[in-house]
């Protein structure tokens, strides 16, 4: 059976609706850049997406090539997550979505080195015809957060997170946003073929101990 991420570490990816705090590890992912509106028909948002699941599969896939990648075990690809900030304000302005600036990513199994992962960017440039420079292999060590299940219209997110931000003060910790560390969504659901209300979102900010 192929492993799978969500099963097997289910405090990262299938926390309660209600906040917990949690040390998120070291963990090494694919990653694409962009800003913009993500609602938008062509937006930039949308187009990163198609490039991280074509470097996720042509990885996952790689098995049923003549390239071997040490350390290689059958696995389901982990899901789309995001991080997301707005210059010049804290937190998220959802009526300005057109300033959001994001790094789309996807995690990658601990055996993925970065050799391997450029393997990956040119085997898929060479198979589709196709520019995936923008792919990029991001080790982030995220730390400690405060984490909620959303569940709803991702417009509806402030309701969570104020609840996560009153959970973290209660507990002694403050939000710890800032330029390295940022507003993170894991996306457990496909929004084409499931209702906005049952939307399922990990939200997770980063805190500290307050001083």
Known sequence: MAFDY????????????KPNIIEIPKMNYIAVRGKGNP????SEYKQTI??????????????KTSHKI?????????PLEGFWWQKGIEGLDYNKKEDMEFI????????????????????????????????????????LCVQC?????????????EMMEEY?????????INKNRFHHEIYLSDP????????????????????
């Not at 969500?6 to 609706?17: D, G, H, I, R, V």
């Not at 499931?194 to 101990?209: A, F, G, M």
Request: net charge negative; aromatic share 14%.
């Open 50 to 63: 198609g490039l991280l699941y074509s470097i996720a599969f042509t990885i996952k896939m790689s098995y």
């Open 104 to 143: 789309s990513m996807i995690r990658l199994p601990d055996f993925v080195t970065k050799e391997e992962f450029d393997w990956a960017i040119n085997e898929a440039t060479n198979k589709k015809k196709q520019d995936f420079s923008k792919g990029e292999y991001l080790t982030y060590n995220e730390g």
């Open 6 to 17: 969500k099963k097997e570490y289910k405090e990262f990816y299938m926390p309660k609706s």
């Open 192 to 211: 084409r073929k499931c209702d906005e209300s049952r939307l399922k979102t990990v939200i997770r900010h980063p805190i500290r101990k307050k001083e």
């Open 39 to 42: 609602n938008e028909e062509n």
């Open 70 to 78: 040490e350390g290689y075990f059958e696995y389901v690809v982990p």
């Open 149 to 161: 299940m959303h569940i709803g219209s991702y417009d509806n997110e402030p309701t969570t997170i």
């Open 168 to 176: 973290a003060e209660e507990n002694g910790y403050e939000i710890d």
